[in-house]
């Protein structure tokens, strides 16, 4: 039997560019029946969408949903994810802590989407065609209304996807159940999140600018990393990785 290298043990591998079948599914909601539009959100779409396919994945989009799971439920059921290597699910919407607002929402209780569910839908137990695969989720959106005193001052020229805040906020056995994710949050709970209406969310544009710049030799929670620490010197919100269950480091080698 051929022995497995070094490298297959500690880096998640990635399949043959030929055969390989890579999804990713990118749900943005910006326009709202009750809430504020999101304003700049339709950048964040576009730039993501744009990075994503350079990275080898097909992309598909989703806007303005309801909180209904029937569309991530079929995502998770496709065939190409028996020959992929790792999966993006991209969230971006209004949020509160543990949770994330369909565009008829008008409060906690009315059109919500659970954060769990993303988790669940994807599990080995629901999907395991992508079970030991790296699965990546992406939130945009407010985890609550608190926002930081020192950015009161530059809050005129952003927004925030919550409901209440004067600006805009996006404020939600024999094999493990779940294994092998690793979300990347917009803020902390409790906590808003910040969108610019003309050039988009500041987390996802660090994000992606993030990703150009160093994925080629950086593995995915170190890239997210510098995305925290371009935050640490901007109070106005900190990115936070939740739920991380990634057993080896994830590589995208862009490129290959």
Known sequence: ?????WESFVIYPINDPKTRTRLALIICNIKFEYSNDRLGAEVDLEQLTLLLQDLGYKVETETNLSSEVKKK???????????????????????????????HSKDKQ?????????????NNINCPALRGKPKVVIIQACRGEN?????ASAAASLQSDSHTVQFQTDAVRRVHVESDFICLYSTTPDHVSWRHPETGSLFINQLIENIKNHAWNCNLEEVFRKVQQHFANNPCQMPSRDRNTLTKKFYLFPGH
């Open 1 to 5: 039997a051929k022995k497995k290298s």
């Open 147 to 151: 926002t930081e005193d020192s950015a």
């Open 73 to 103: 439920k079929k995502f998770a059921a496709r065939e190409e994810h028996k020959t992929s290597d790792g999966m993006f699910v991209v969230l971006m919407s209004h949020g509160y802590q543990d949770s994330l607002c369909g565009v």
């Open 110 to 122: 009315s059109d919500i989407f659970s954060i769990k569910t993303v988790f669940s839908t994807f």
